[in-house]
């Protein structure tokens, strides 16, 4: 596909011009904190650069809490105010713009668990009409990773910092300029179609481009050979090393709560009268020891050990069984964020040793 650069000083008539279509989302940092927020014709432009944001921007399809409809002495409605945070009617378009290739390549692993049938190997079969309708429409434009983190290991996980799955158009840093690739049908689309400050990039942009992606890649530590992680974990169940590897987890949720493809929720009801209300979906997390609690007062994961092999079984062996790919894109975040410094690559080559020594023994 041909490429383009735009400058980067008219990024922001690019950013007016979607948001006369679209509502548009891009990275923000606000008290210590970066994620995504809506920005409109007349916001300030923050400065967007290459950005692993501190909240990935699944919250934008996923809200943390969503009303799905309310209820009156019987009758159901649709929210009155549909989530006041992403207000999202069916006819909203979303932009994204600046996301991370990794939390970019989220959006198609959750596509595969919400139904929405695009490009995938795998589907859940399930269809969640609140992912569909934000998803539906939505163009993605990726910023790649000049400056990859040291918690960063996409590159393990079959993705890179500049990997396009699930974009519509990737960026890459090139100083002044951006080069603008097209990665999707609507991406050219975009293109063709709205008269932006575009021009074709020369020769010299490409390769200016190909230099940065080379000295990003570069500087990501060599990639752990993980393809029989999933076959691994499956003789692994009632291993001893979970307790090891668990022993110093709070069951806090923060890897969970920051994690781009986690999605795990609870429905509950808030009553507000007699017989009205509104029924909710909140984001919840398998590290809590509530989530599995039964009604009997039974919880069959009653330990941080029984909760960690959960986590570690579902991205690693059930994402990979029900969809055909890790349920992990190594954004890192699990690893900044947690309390006791649990790192996930180190769970993950503690299990490939564990399995190597079994191995050797037989
Ligand atoms: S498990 Fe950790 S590294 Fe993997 S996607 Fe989630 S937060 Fe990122
Ligand atoms: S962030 Fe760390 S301490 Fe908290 S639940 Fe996750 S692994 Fe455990």
């Keep these: 596909m041909a ?24 990275p923000v940092e606000s008290d210590g904190v970066s994620s995504f927020k809506e920005v409109t014709s007349d916001s300030h432009l923050p400065t967007i650069n290459s950005h692993n944001t501190d909240r990935p921007p699944k919250e934008i399809f996923f809200p943390q809490t969503e009303t799905l409809f309310t209820y009156k002495e019987g009758k159901i409605s649709p929210p009155e105010q549909p989530n006041t945070k992403y207000r999202t009617p069916n006819t909203d378009k979303i932009a994204i713009f600046g996301a991370s290739p990794c939390d970019v390549k989220s959006f198609s692993l959750l596509d595969r668990l919400f139904g929405m049938e695009r490009n995938v190997a795998k589907c859940s079969g399930y269809k969640d009409a609140y992912w569909i309708n934000r998803r539906t429409n939505a163009l993605i434009f990726t910023i790649g990773c000049n400056y990859p983190l040291s918690t960063c290991f996409c590159n393990w996980l079959n993705g890179g910092p500049f990997t396009k799955e699930g974009s519509d158009l990737l960026l890459t840093d090139i100083g002044e300029d951006f080069l603008v690739e097209p990665c999707s049908q609507n991406g050219e689309e975009f293109i063709k179609t709205k008269g932006l400050p575009i021009q074709k990039a020369a020769k010299v942009d490409i390769k200016r481009a190909s230099t940065v992606r080379k000295e990003a890649e570069s500087t990501l530590s060599e990639p752990v050979d993980i393809t029989s992680l999933k076959e691994g974990l499956d003789t692994l169940w009632d291993n001893p090393v979970w307790n090891e590897i668990a022993y110093k987890c709070l069951s806090c949720a923060a890897c969970s709560y920051l994690c781009p493809t986690c999605y795990c929720f609870d429905i509950q009801d808030e009553r507000a009268g007699n017989a009205r209300g509104k029924r909710i979906r909140v984001w919840d997390s398998c590290m809590f020891s509530l989530f599995t609690k039964e009604a009997s007062g039974h919880n069959p994961r009653p330990s941080s050990k029984e909760r960690m092999r959960q986590r570690i079984m579902h991205k690693f062996n059930y994402f990979v069984e029900n969809l055909g790919d890790f349920g ?15 790192d996930i690559r180190e769970v993950i080559n503690t299990i490939k040793n564990v399995k190597l020594t079994i191995s050797n023994e037989k």
């Design 328 to 342: 992990c894109v190594g954004c890192g975040r699990c690893i900044r964020s947690c309390p006791v410094n649990m």
């Design 3 to 26: 490429a383009f650069k735009i400058k980067k000083k008219r990024l922001k008539e690019l950013i007016d011009s979607l948001t006369k279509e679209y509502r548009v989302f891009i």
